[in-house]
């Protein structure tokens, strides 16, 4: 019985080896395996037939564009077996009317470049404005075949540059010879691995001859391999160190920011789960960073609250942001603490909500003035109330002075109740601003030195884009980070001042937001008082963020001037406008965290702000008077 099967055997491998020779005219080693697999060489030759041979392509462009990509490829057989097949050592694409070329055509394409940054461009921009789809694909060692190699050259290596060449060759070739391109690449990639994993497929005796005399082909063949997976490979495998250090120094940056904030950090999963908890949160909630991360997050809701976090959790997913959400937690002592969040969702590189990243602000302290002066409120009229109404005239007086310190009460807890939201909304937004943008690029970071590890192992190919885009997150998480530290206070503000300041922040958020932004400063505005300085260079920014965010222009303009005897600061728009009921509730009633916070900050330097907003465009203007501040600078002095 077994030498039944062995000879079973080496008749289906004859028979297998004859169907290739008739077809390429020679016997590839490549088709040549043991006995005791034909199975598997049957299956590679299918493979072959449908992917190589039988694609309607041209047999001259398949069999050139074969070599062509060879030249990537560590193993040299692919490379030599196909020049061979094109110069007339058996068939191109194994087809018998296929002319061969001559050795020193194959020996031009084979030191054919290939194209990167301005040449690249110089063979899309050509491709772009060929007619197309091409009615016929084009001859050899034309403008237009250099052009299509190139483009399914970068495909087929999966560069940075692959998605625009793959759209290119789409537009070209049509969908349906783009995808037998596409099969095609990938029995050509099947070939390079499968001769680099069987290291025992030999060349075979004509083209050992014919390298032998023929000493330029030999060396392009031979001695000039451009490889992936050995010369590129390598040298990103050297950068990973470097890499690496670069993104802990800007981690290591992003984490001393996050462990000196005074307020609780927490990111969680969509389920819950705390995965990281930052020295703010462990003075605040009692709990260490050991004992939060991996607890689900009700470990600090208190039982009758727990709704909450459902809400919360089912808005994330939705891809909500939940600001100002006044709400109570639980220490690890047992006592309830009241705060304030801000919880925003986190995202992956393709843009999955994956977890949600929450600052808590402690607002006890806050709760605790509202509170004291509304009981005091509340006694001093229950004083006014108990008096001997025979007594008038004390009484009276009684009343008089009650009703003085009941304004002067109203006054107080509306001033600190404005100053204390004005000051926690700008802590709060600068907080939210790190974490949205730095934050999302450190998971995004994390998850691409972790590809580049893997693709290294096993995709190698793929490398060479996974670091680009790597430096990519850490030049911007940098950047992020920096301008971020700035904003919170720039010292070009004291050092420079409000001119020099306003001109590098609008620079940076030109930059980043795309935004066109026209600033206008009068000759004579020379240094004003610290504070002042500071208030325009907050409400500049306030509304830049805002015409950024929210108003839909394009464009803004500010003017600061000196006038007379005062000092003018405006910011205008030329965006959706706001509503006329929503203008109004903001005029009489205050409301807009930042509006009231910009006004604030205008009255505290003795200034007044007003608000213009129509179907042209939204105006915020800022009046000081000049001689506070000719004080305020004698003062200085």
């Avoid at 290739?20 to 395996?33: A, M, Q, T």
């Avoid at 705390?274 to 689900?296: C, D, V, Y």
């Avoid at 009343?399 to 939201?421: P, T, W, Y």
């Avoid at 325009?536 to 830049?544: A, K, P, T």
Wanted: some cysteine; hydrophobic content about 40%; overall charge negative.
């Amino acid at each position: 019985m077994a030498s039944d099967s062995v000879q079973l055997a080496n008749t289906t491998a004859q028979d297998l080896q004859g169907r290739v020779h008739e077809r390429f005219g020679v016997l590839p080693n490549f088709f040549r395996h043991s006995p005791e697999t034909p199975e598997i060489t049957e299956k590679l030759w299918g493979f072959a037939q449908t992917a190589y041979l039988d694609n309607p392509l041209p047999s001259l462009f398949k069999e050139r564009l074969f070599v062509h990509l060879s030249r990537f490829c560590a193993v040299r057989y692919c490379i030599a077996r196909h020049t061979g097949f094109l110069i007339g050592l058996g068939r191109p694409a194994g087809d018998r009317d296929a002319h061969a070329e001559s050795v020193m055509d194959v020996v031009k394409l084979l030191r054919r470049p290939l194209a990167h940054g301005a040449e690249l461009k110089s063979r899309l921009s050509f491709c772009l404005e060929c007619p197309a789809p091409l009615v016929e694909m084009p001859p050899a060692d034309t403008e237009l075949e250099d052009g299509l190699f190139s483009l399914a050259s970068h495909v087929f290596l999966q560069t940075a540059e692959a998605p625009t060449c793959l759209d290119a060759l789409e537009r070209l070739l049509g969908t349906a010879r783009l995808q037998y391109l596409l099969l095609f690449l990938a029995f050509v990639r099947a070939a390079h691995y499968w001769t680099m994993v069987h290291p025992e497929i030999e060349f075979e005796d004509d083209i050992k001859q014919l390298l032998a005399t023929h000493e330029a082909l030999a060396g392009c063949i031979l001695d000039n391999p451009e490889t992936i997976t050995d010369k590129t490979t390598q040298s990103i495998l050297d950068e990973l160190p470097l890499l690496r250090v670069k993104a802990d120094k800007a981690i290591g940056l992003l984490a001393a920011i996050v462990a000196s904030s005074d307020d609780a950090i927490i990111s969680k999963t969509l389920d819950g789960a705390i995965i990281s908890w930052n020295e703010g949160a462990e003075r605040l909630f009692g709990h260490t960073a050991k004992e939060a991360i991996g607890q689900p997050i009700s470990m600090i809701i208190p039982a009758d609250r727990r709704e909450e976090e459902t809400t919360i959790l089912a808005k994330l997913r939705q891809g909500v942001r939940i600001d100002h959400f006044d709400t109570i937690r639980v220490r690890k002592d047992g006592t309830k603490v009241e705060i304030s969040l801000s919880i925003s969702p986190v995202r992956d590189a393709a843009g999955n909500i994956i977890g949600a990243s929450k600052i808590a602000r402690d607002i006890s302290g806050r709760k605790r003035i509202e509170r004291e002066l509304y009981e005091s409120e509340q006694r001093s009229r229950a004083l006014a109330d108990a008096l001997d109404t025979q007594v008038q005239f004390r009484t009276l007086e009684l009343r008089r002075r009650n009703a003085e310190i009941l304004q002067q009460s109203d006054r107080l807890r509306d001033l600190s109740g404005r100053l204390i939201v004005a000051q926690d909304e700008e802590r709060r937004r600068i907080a939210r601003e790190l974490h949205d943008s730095a934050g999302q690029h450190l998971a995004v970071l994390g998850m691409s030195l972790s590809r580049i590890e893997d693709y290294a192992q096993r995709d190698p190919a793929r490398l060479p884009k996974s670091i680009k885009d790597a430096h990519e997150l850490i030049r911007a998480l940098t950047q992020e980070i920096r301008t971020t530290s700035y904003l919170l206070h720039p010292p070009m503000l004291d050092e420079s001042g409000l001119c020099s300041a306003l001109r590098w922040y609008i620079d940076g958020l030109a930059e980043r937001s795309g935004l066109s932004i026209e600033l206008d400063i009068s000759d004579n505005l020379e240094r004003l008082a610290p504070e002042v300085e500071l208030a325009i260079f907050r409400l500049v920014q306030e509304c830049l963020t805002n015409i950024h965010r929210h108003s839909g222009s394009k464009t803004a303009v500010i003017r600061i001037a000196r006038e007379s005897n005062k000092i003018v600061a405006e910011v205008q728009d030329h965006g959706k406008g706001i509503s006329q009921q929503r203008l109004a509730e903001i005029q009489s009633q205050g409301v807009g965290v930042g509006i009231r916070g910009m006004r604030e900050r205008v009255r505290q330097s003795h200034g007044e702000l007003s608000l213009d907003s129509n179907a042209l465009g939204t105006k915020i203007t800022a009046i000081f008077p000049v001689e506070t501040l000719a004080s305020k600078r004698q003062g200085m002095g």
